[in-house]
T-cell receptor
């Protein structure tokens, strides 16, 4: 079974500082995709960044980067220069094949990030 | 390009009633997935549709059903509502949902409250 673990229920960061949100995953599949989503209080899940299991380089998207350590099965999200608008829930998710050519996204429990002015 | 839209955004029902939620995917996307989000269980996969066919189903009772139309719009139905069905229901679309690298884009969700 696939599993995503986010061990930090809540995090605080000072505005303009960098913050790392932890994510570890468990799968026996050699092929998988790792995603981070942001969910503001409005509810919509916003896609932030993707990392494939075969990617050699860490993914980056603007202020977001993914610290991918395959041997440790970790995919931490790093947000640089935090902004007040970054305050939200952050979810790590893993996409694997669930059989017969179909795929499923498994989510962690999330980390609530609060940015302090 | 317009994002994923879901209607209605908020809904209040009573136990025993049924409800239908609607999702319009991003233009050109042919795959739609549904998720239930609750404080206790987190985000759980309900089902996914591609080309009007259900390709995958999560571990939910038969009271939860869905369908997809030829224009890729999807509806989700919950019959005989229970208090525990109160949740945020999220719809996500992607191009064809093939491959582990396919990104799903989510709508704003429908908040369902069952009294």
């Amino acid at each position: 079974a696939q599993k995503i673990t986010q061990t930090q229920p809540g995090m605080f960061v000072q505005e303009k500082e960098a913050v790392t949100l932890d994510c570890t995953y468990d799968t026996s599949d050699p092929s998988y995709g790792l995603f981070w989503y942001k969910q503001p209080s409005s509810g919509e899940m916003i896609f932030l960044i993707y990392q494939g299991s075969y990617d050699q380089q860490n993914a980056t998207e603007g202020r977001y980067s993914l610290n991918f350590q395959k041997a440790r099965k970790s995919a931490n999200l790093v947000i640089s220069a935090s902004q007040l608008g970054d305050s939200a829930m952050y979810f790590c998710a893993m996409r694997t094949e669930s059989g017969a050519g179909s795929y499923q996204l498994t989510f962690g429990k999330g980390t609530k990030l609060s940015v302090i002015p | 390009k317009a994002g994923v839209t879901q209607t209605p955004r908020y809904l209040i029902k009573t136990r025993g009633q049924q409800v239908t939620l609607s999702c319009s995917p991003i233009s050109g996307h042919r795959s739609v997935s549904w998720y239930q989000q609750t404080p206790g269980q987190g985000l759980q996969f309900l089902f996914e549709y591609f080309s009007e066919t259900q390709r995958n189903k999560g571990n939910f009772p038969g009271r939860f059903s869905g369908r997809q139309f030829s224009n890729s719009r999807s509806e989700m139905n919950v019959s005989t509502l229970e208090l525990g069905d109160s949740a945020l229901y999220l719809c996500a679309s992607s191009w064809q949902l093939a491959g582990f690298q396919e990104t799903q884009y989510f709508g704003p969700g429908t908040r369902l409250l069952v009294l």
